[in-house]
């Protein structure tokens, strides 16, 4: 697992708790000073970015945790897993197409760098070369053929540093 998507997780989780324990409870120590709670905006807009802060460092804990699960000695070293570069030709327009298998955190489509939780990764995933795939996509079912396959061994192998 890419190392910087949990230092980004956790540089984002310290932020928002420095958020809810420093800045949060200053401002609603002002705006209580303000007076009448029941027609205080400024009260009811910290007490909103409060329970938005809590969710969001919910979501961002459980997400880190669920990083932490992932045994790289698990991802196969001849089909595609994370990391893998996988080489698509496209049976149905004869195009060749190039997606790299990557967590949501680091997808960018426009880069081809696609969520292994997405329709396109999920299908990826386990193929070879020579495998054919049939992905389901909002613009219809897509039928791909497996041209080429760089695992993240082979990349490691090569110095990738994008790893």
Known sequence: MAVNIKEKLEKEIQQFEHELTIELPAELKRAVALGDLSENAEYHMAKQRQEF?????????????????????????????????????????????EYRLVTSEEADVAKGRISTSSPIGRGLLGKRPGDEVRIQTPSGAKLFEVKQLKTIYDRDAEGDPSL
């Open 53 to 97: 802060v809590n969710a969001r460092l919910g979501q961002l804990r459980k997400r880190l945790a669920e990083l932490s699960l992932v045994n790289l000695a698990n991802i196969p070293h001849d089909r595609a897993a994370y990391g893998s570069i996988v080489l698509l030709h496209d049976l149905d327009k004869g195009e060749d197409v």
